[in-house]
């Protein structure tokens, strides 16, 4: 397996590829193509024998010098439970130090059970939210009328 940075190109391999990996559900307009052409360092794609197996965009905060932003990650499901995610991220983290940040920030909807312990396990921590939804503290409306999330925050040591 070989991770690099995202190059313009990716977006029309990779942005089919969202809604199939997600099970058919319309996810692709959250990846829109500006990302893949002005956050090239700072987002990756994963590739075996030269087909796109994961892939993670990131960007570093314009407006909080200290802060990275992970928007979107996602692992071929043949290929979930092999770390490919884990060294995404791992990636990531090791860009955003380069850079000076030392807080890295992501969003998941309530319902991705699969993404809240993913991103626990990697060792976010759970930002309090205005609401408890069955025990998960959220942001209700963070992304528009009931559009609820939960926020996540890391610490990069």
Request: with cysteine; proline share 3%; charged share 25%.
């Amino acid at each position: 397996m070989k991770i690099r940075q995202v190059e313009g190109r990716d977006y029309y391999a990779i942005s089919p590829l969202i809604d199939e990996w997600w099970g058919g559900r319309h996810m692709s307009d959250m990846l829109p193509k500006l990302f893949f052409d002005h956050f090239t360092r700072t987002s990756f794609v994963a590739e075996r024998e030269g087909e796109i197996i994961g892939f993670l965009i990131g960007f570093l905060s314009q407006t909080h010098s200290n802060e990275a932003y992970i928007h979107f990650a996602g692992v071929h499901p043949d290929y979930r439970k092999h770390s490919i995610g884990k060294k995404l991220y791992n990636e990531f983290f090791n860009e955003a130090r380069k850079n000076g940040r030392t807080i890295v920030r992501c969003v998941t909807s309530p319902v991705n059970k699969v993404s809240v312990a993913y991103h626990t396990k990697l060792g976010f921590q759970i930002e309090k939210g205005d609401k408890t939804l069955n025990g998960l503290s959220i942001t209700t409306n963070y992304d528009g009328q009931n559009q609820d999330r939960v926020l996540f925050v890391k610490e990069l040591v």
